[in-house]
């Protein structure tokens, strides 16, 4: 952890990093572990997460909660799932089934109960609900999220606006029409 807090220059940012560092590491070695099935590739992806994190901690919120536990999970996630499709040299349409990743659509589900919208969203495959709530909710810019997410920014734009396609298909599904 001394590495990473050599990388960060303000005290707040260093204390926040220790707070997601201390409250997060055991979900997001989960999270790897539970994708990637190996110990040692799950740490590098946690370790590799973590460095993204550094990259965008001042648009965090300042104390721990369901945002940044989201966060969290979806950093671990994209940086674990772009580390098992290299390895295996495919690419999945549904990657949650491909690999048989858990669902964390249930903080959504909880947060805003019975809301069509927060159905919606939790209906959306986990790249698309990532992408969204780290781009809309957590207001961090394209600029930042593609490295985070490991990706180009062009590939970035491209999956916010499937993401959105997708999420508008699921409203009218609810009924809702926007």
């Keep these: 952890m001394l590495i990473f807090l050599s990388a960060i220059k303000s005290p707040d940012d260093s204390m926040l990093f220790e707070t997601i560092y201390k409250n997060y590491r055991d979900l997001m070695f989960h999270v790897a572990s539970r994708i990637l099935g190996d110990t040692r590739d799950s740490e590098d992806v946690v370790h590799d997460a973590f460095v993204g994190i550094i990259d965008c901690i001042d648009r965090l919120p300042r104390t721990p909660g369901p945002k940044m536990r989201a966060f969290a999970v979806a950093v671990t996630e994209s940086r674990a799932i772009d580390l098992y ?17 858990p669902d964390f659509a249930s903080p959504i589900d909880s947060a805003l109960e019975g809301s069509a919208v927060a159905k919606a969203i939790a209906s959306l495959p986990a790249e698309y609900r990532d992408v969204l709530l780290l781009r809309f909710d957590m207001d961090i810019p394209v600029k930042k999220l593609a490295p985070l997410l490991g990706k180009k920014e062009d590939a970035v734009y491209k999956l916010i606006n499937r993401a959105r396609e997708r999420l508008a298909k699921e409203l009218e599904k609810e009924g809702i029409e926007i």
């Excluded at 390895?87 to 349409?93: A, D, G, L, W």
């Design 85 to 101: 499709r290299r390895r295996k040299r495919i690419s999945f349409t549904n990657y949650d089934e491909a690999i048989g990743m």
